[in-house]
């Protein structure tokens, strides 16, 4: 069974850092691409990053280039997004969700991942 668990997140002040995790189980994350999104209040869900472990491809949204990193650790079947430099418009509710063996043309498209973990909430405010 797919499962994936996000965790990490929390309250933090303008500026600081949070380094999020995504646990899998059911699967080997390595074989597949998986996403990053985050959907802020009244705000429709948009995409972050994704690795795929297979091309040792990563991508990341405008917004987040240069204060985002997202890496894994296949001993722990675990992706990670550290968060530095964090704003205000960075806050909501993040997501991991695992695509296809693939990196798929979409890569910022919800249709590109058909599971998706519960989502852990992240603050940034003084």
């Known amino acids: 069974q797919v499962q994936l668990v996000e965790s990490g997140g929390g309250l933090v002040q303008p500026g600081g850092s949070l380094r999020l995790s995504c646990s899998a189980s059911?699967?080997?994350?390595?074989?597949?691409?998986v996403g990053w999104f985050r959907q802020a209040p009244g705000k429709e869900r948009e995409a972050v990053s994704l690795?795929?472990?297979?091309?040792?491809?990563?991508i990341y949204a405008d917004s987040v280039k240069g204060r985002f990193t997202v890496s894994r650790d296949n001993a722990k079947n675990t992706v990670y997004l550290q968060m530095n430099s964090l704003r205000p418009e960075d806050t909501g509710v993040y997501y991991c969700?695992?695509?296809?063996?693939?990196?798929?043309?979409?890569?910022?498209?919800?249709?590109?991942?058909?599971?998706w973990g519960q989502g852990t909430q992240v603050t940034v405010s003084s």
């Open positions: 059911g699967f080997i994350l390595n074989y597949y691409s």
């Open positions: 969700a695992r695509g296809f063996k693939y990196t798929p043309a979409r890569w910022d498209a919800q249709t590109s991942y058909p599971y």
């Open positions: 690795i795929n472990g297979q091309s040792d491809t990563t």
